[in-house]
């Protein structure tokens, strides 16, 4: 597709619950990144992939959160054991290897804990 | 820690009106310095960028001014216009980095009216 795709778009858990998240990169796209989107603030940076390498986890927030890109194109973003505080959107970017152009962000995933 | 400060929270610009909005960044390492535009349901959207190299950048109506010594950077967007309406974000990263990670602003939410 011409864009970053991510589904599902709305995701309601419960509590305790293991959720994962999809993030299907714009083709050719070497570099991905997962950010958390808190309601009324800015994207808060996650993790970070060149291809199927991850370089930087250093914005997950707990060992609860894990991502993983094996054949460096779709991404899992997998949250388990999900709190009331995991709820946010969590949006996907992915960039040419030179990001001077900027990401392409995805429209993200809802995520509500009840 | 918040390494990107953004104000006002919100803004009401009359339709053909400037609308202003500023941000300052404390790490003097910081070299990239885009602004996003983000309509609700939908990811951030890259609107235009400056590097400390130029004190000014314009495009279209937009428009990036740079301060380096005060670590100040601000976006006017001139004929302010209802389309306009949406919640702007200023970000920094440092390119030569290992991520390009972005660190964003707390968003400014616009609302041009007719």
């Known amino acids: 597709g011409a864009g970053v795709s991510q589904s599902p778009r709305y995701k309601v858990a419960k509590r305790g619950q293991d959720v994962a998240l999809r993030c299907d990169p714009i083709s050719g796209h070497v570099s991905l990144f997962w950010y958390q989107q808190a309601l009324g603030q800015g994207p808060e940076f996650l993790t970070y992939?060149?291809?199927?390498?991850?370089?930087?986890k250093s914005g997950l927030p707990s060992d609860r959160f894990f991502a993983e890109r094996p054949e460096g194109s779709v991404s899992t973003l997998k949250i388990q054991r999900t709190q009331q505080e995991d709820s946010a959107v969590y949006l996907c970017a992915s960039s040419l290897q030179d990001p001077n152009y900027g990401y392409t962000f995805g429209s993200g995933t809802r995520l509500t804990v009840v | 820690q918040q390494q990107v400060k953004q104000s006002p929270q919100s803004l009401i610009v009359q339709k053909g009106g400037i609308s202003i909005i500023n941000c300052a960044y404390e790490?003097?390492?910081?070299?990239?310095f885009p602004w996003y535009q983000q309509f609700p349901g939908k990811g951030p959207a890259l609107l235009i960028a400056i590097r400390p190299d130029v004190s000014e950048k314009k495009e279209g109506r937009f428009t990036i001014s740079f301060n380096k010594s005060a670590k100040q950077f601000s976006l006017h967007i001139m004929d302010s216009q209802p389309g306009d309406s949406a919640t702007y974000f200023c970000a920094a990263s440092i390119e030569g980095g290992a991520t390009n990670k972005l660190i964003f602003g707390t968003g400014t939410l616009l609302a041009v009216q007719p």
């Open positions: 992939f060149q291809n199927e390498a991850q370089l930087d």
């Open positions: 790490n003097t390492a910081f070299d990239y």
